[in-house]
């Protein structure tokens, strides 16, 4: 089993930042990359994937936060972090840390285990 927790979440004001951290116990020798989601106000239950990053390194993120949105990885305290510069009122909510199992090298499919989501507030 995997454990996810996130942390940094909280109220800002459009342009400013905010970094999330999401800290991985468990089973981590059965992950092989690590997202993050998102779930807006009014959006129901459906939730987008912000961005990830593999075993290697690799990272990809959806065009809306391109150039604002960084995911990096510590793999020696294993924390996954996600910087978030320029932010805008539509960047407005939960945001979840997402885990995927496979072999080293996979890309991103879906996720197996999933936070508990910290919430993200930008005030225009």
């Known amino acids: 089993q995997v454990q996810l927790v996130e942390s940094g979440g909280g109220l800002v004001q459009a342009g400013g930042s905010l970094r999330l951290s999401c800290t991985v116990t468990g089973s981590i020798f059965s992950i092989n990359a690590m997202g993050w989601y998102r779930q807006a106000p009014g959006k129901g239950k459906q939730r987008e994937l912000v961005a990830t990053i593999t075993a290697v390194g690799n990272t990809d993120y959806t065009d809306s936060v391109k150039g604002r949105f960084t995911i990096s990885r510590d793999n020696a305290v294993n924390v996954v972090d996600l910087q978030m510069n320029s932010l805008k009122p539509e960047d407005t909510a939960v945001y979840y840390c997402?885990?995927?199992?496979?072999?080293?090298?996979?890309?991103?499919?879906?996720?197996?285990?999933w936070g508990q989501g910290t919430q993200v507030t930008v005030s225009s």
């Open positions: 997402a885990a995927q199992k496979g072999p080293v090298g996979g890309g991103w499919v879906r996720p197996d285990y």
